[in-house]
């Protein structure tokens, strides 16, 4: 049944999954495609300077990409659910209901594990190419939140296309965005190092979300 | 015989409106029960409820013995729902939807499924979402013959179909019930369809309900008297034989449960002078609205 | 599991709403409190203080207003410039001839502000030749860090020095230098009159003054005081070249190390904590001004230019908790939750808990509308009571989440 489960899920999402990927990786391409212009044309120490002591974010680019990926992703695997109410089609599979809805998450999550992995890898293996430990650690400590951000989206987003209710689902979006913003500020590069396992956890305690408004369907708010 | 469905003091409310109190009713094993309502009435509300999809203010629904907000797995198994419009996985193609269900019920049987499928004139890659609203219901007819269940709740099986598929749909499912004793909970918005399909009929007003009886019992049961009077403003809604009266001048359409014989008794002992009096052969829908009022 | 996704979501909303809803209450409300400059003047030997505001108004320690001129004219040595230019600078004060080129070369400024100490270290630092023999500091290619040994990456290519690397290592070793560094303080930057190199704390603490010239290391170990820790180095490029850097240590005292023979000395300033407290050295021909400036007061130190107290000046004014704004705050909020400690340049949750317990009239009032939804809704107070709870404890926060993610149990 996990099978099948995740056979359905796959069909939803793969072309928005594998695309998206491919469009951040060739971000990440682009990245590295400055730091190589700007290294041969700006002189490499001056542009580690730029980066060391004048807070210039060579990864910045990379800001807004995994939160793309995963609105993609959870918009293409649950307003299909929503589409004509088919949720009701997958409730009424001879599953419990959450189970089926933490498959569908652990789906959903485990691709996004995926996708963020082999950029994230790329981004960094190139990092190390181009810069000393120190600055590839900063970049690390100021990219993790958003790809922390693109988990919380996605779990969020979840939440809020289950819901049937409009008026709640502007609420819901509310908190979410207000949410999201805590990964997004702005700062020095490595400011985030205290905040980062904090935001690790809020993130993993927010991935069953979607239950919450599932269940509201599930008893009739709609 | 065994009770598939079975509810209990149901009540509901939406806010403030009742839609109704202490509703009960129950379902047999093998019997095919469609249940008629005029908009309104709450059809929808019960196939809510049995669906699990709405918790009743009060009350229980049970089906196979199970509180329908909590199927188990297993019940759910032997449950073939089928959503109004046919609603199903519309972004698979036919290939893709029997090889995702398939992996769920243990007796899964093809069979029936691509006998359906290939009378579709679709090709293999069509997406369901390109399909005509026919060709729709014959996949969700397809999918659920091939689960092979012992129950199907069918929510306005008709909506939306071409008189050739209502026909296709409705033989398969008559069929399949009898050859199975399978029970089937039906709706429909089109009442003579119902009437080549159900054994039982379970019809709701506002409210409450009205009758629950085997379809031909109803039928032979409940009967339509017309006749003219020679005094017009005659009113005998009240009286308690009549379920319903409509009078346009001297013309009475009667509807009752009662015999010829005791109406006209009746008419006489009052001293209602009458003529032209007449059972009226009834269809099923002109029985429901017979019962129902036209209103 | 429905349950606890419940209250994740409602803990979720209470964080965000004790971030966001407290931060666009100041963005609107929040009114600038300008705080008070203070001078000392050279000429009266007391204190001159300019107020900002809709007007500025610039008066002596005595609370006698001044016009710009007279007031500029009692702070020679900060007006120096306009002195000159209107003809009006004294030729001498206190028996010291005005020399223009003498009065440039002791100004000097010197700012430290808590989020300077707390922020995020590079790790890596350009270590520039010293002694070129070229008018201009040259950018090197390569950047060194201190670990367990001292390695220059090479820019261009991401590679390790080794030969330089080794030889900066050895002579580190030969001083006495425990592998990693502690802190690493110099002046990173092309755009200084030269280049002193960098002072160093090695991982006992020990401070070493490290530099290249002609190519090849000077390290030098600077003899402290037992048990003298240091919470941060500002190395300082002054004109009048008499010390390297001001030290913080550890216990909060301010330090100079005089330029060559390496004297350190330690200044008269007292209660400073440079966790809260913003500094602000302002040098000239004659003194040392040190501001020290907390959220709602300035402790100002005249020093000597030998640093020994000459004078004191206190004073505090109503901070923005006690503000208009701050009160009526302190009636809505029960705490905010920040994301920046002005303090800290790290981004974390700094929590700011309301003092008083203003706001527990609203908490209150809070508790009876919801406790008027419940019943509304016809809900079961027992399977409502942690919400109730959770509005008592979190206020308005709560209140916005509980209802947002509403409980679903029917009596």
Known sequence: MFKSVIYKEWIKTRWFIILLTLIAILAVGNIFLTVQHNMSFKEASNYWYQILFQNSHYFSYLKFVPLIIALALASSQYIPEITDKRIK????????????????????????????????????????????????????????PWFLAGFAAYFMAGLIILEAIWKYRIAYFIIAAAFLLLFFETGLAGSYEPINLKLTLITLLSSISLLFSAYRFRKGEM | MNTVIECNNLTHYYGKKMVYEDLNFSVGEGRILGLLGKNGAGKTTTINILHGFLQPRSGEALIFGENSQRLSPHTKSRIGFLLEGHIQYAFMDIHQIEKFYSGFYPDWDSK?????????????????????????????????LAQNPDLLILDDFSMGLDPGYRRLFIDYLRNYS????????????????????????????????????????????????????????????????????????????????DTEDNIRKFLDKKGIAFKNFREVKMGLEDAFIGLTGKY | MIKISRYILVAIAILVSAVAIPKLYWLSFDKPIRSPFIMYSSIDHDFMIQRTGEKTIRMDNTGREYTRDEFEQKL???????????????????????????????????????????????????MFESESGRANLEMPKDYFRISWRMEFIDAADNRINEKKSRMFTSVLQKRGF??????????????????????????????????????????????????????????????????????????????????????????????????????????????????????????????????????????????????????????????????????????????????????????????????????????????????????????????????????????
């Open chain 2, 178 to 257: 009898k050859a199975g004793n399978k029970t089937i909970f039906a709706t429909s918005h089109i009442i003579q369809d119902m009437e080549r399909l159900i054994d039982d009929v379970l019809i709701m007003d506002y409210n409450r309900v009205l009758t629950q009886t085997p379809v031909d019992e109803f039928m032979r049961t409940f009967k339509q008297f017309n006749f003219e009077t020679e005094r017009s403003g005659i009113d005998l809604s009240k009286e308690e034989f009549v379920v319903n009266v409509d009078t346009i001048e001297n013309n009475i359409e009667l509807y009752s449960y």
């Open chain 3, 76 to 126: 020679p040595l900060f007006y120096s410039r306009q002195l000159l230019i209107s003809g009006t600078m004294p030729d001498t004060i206190d028996g010291v001839y005005m020399d223009i080129h003498e009065l440039n070369k002791a100004r000097s400024f010197f700012r430290l502000r808590p989020a300077m100490i707390y922020a995020p270290d590079p790790g890596l630092y350009p």
């Open chain 1, 89 to 144: 089609l997958t409730f009424h599979l001879p599953l419990r209901e959450n189970r089926i809805l933490i498959m569908m998450l652990a789906y959903g999550t485990a691709s996004l594990l995926i996708s963020y992995s082999l950029v994230f890898l790329i981004f960094l293996g190139l990092s190390n190419q181009f810069f000393a430990a120190e600055i590839v650690k900063l970049a690390i400590i100021s990219v993790i």
């Open chain 2, 112 to 144: 029936p499924y691509w006998e359906l499928m290939s009378k579709l004139k679709v090709t293999a890659r069509q997406k369901i979402s390109s399909m005509s609203c026919g060709q729709r219901s014959q996949v969700a007819l397809g999918l659920i």
């Open chain 3, 178 to 411: 425990v592998f990693p560094a502690k802190k690493i303080a110099g002046i990173p930057t092309t755009r200084k009159s030269c280049d002193e190199g960098y002072f160093v704390t090695d991982s006992k603490d020990q401070l070493f003054h490290i530099k290249m010239i002609e190519a090849r290391p000077f390290v030098k170990k600077v003899e402290l005081p037992g048990g003298l820790k240091f919470k941060h180095i500002a190395c300082v490029d002054f004109s009048d070249k008499k010390f390297y850097n001001y030290l913080v240590s550890e216990d909060n005292d301010i330090y100079v190390l005089s330029q060559d023979v390496y004297e350190l000395t330690k200044l008269a300033i007292e209660n400073y904590n440079a966790d809260t407290e913003e500094l602000r050295i302002y040098g000239n021909l004659f003194y040392y001004n040190v501001v020290i400036r907390g959220d709602n007061y300035v402790n100002v130190t005249i020093l000597d230019s030998d640093y020994n107290k000459v004078d004191e000046y206190h004073e505090s004014w109503t901070g923005r908790t006690d503000s208009k704004q701050g009160k009526i705050f302190s009636y809505i909020f029960p705490a905010q939750l920040k994301m920046y400690d002005s303090n800290i340049s790290f981004t974390d949750f700094y929590p700011d808990i309301t003092k008083g317990f203003n706001w527990l009239i609203l908490n209150l009032l809070l508790i009876l509308v919801h406790f008027y939804i419940i019943r509304k809704k016809g809900f079961s107070l027992k399977n409502n009571i942690f919400d109730l709870i959770i509005v008592a404890l979190t206020g308005l926060f709560g209140f916005i989440a509980v209802n947002v993610f509403p409980n679903k149990s029917f009596a």
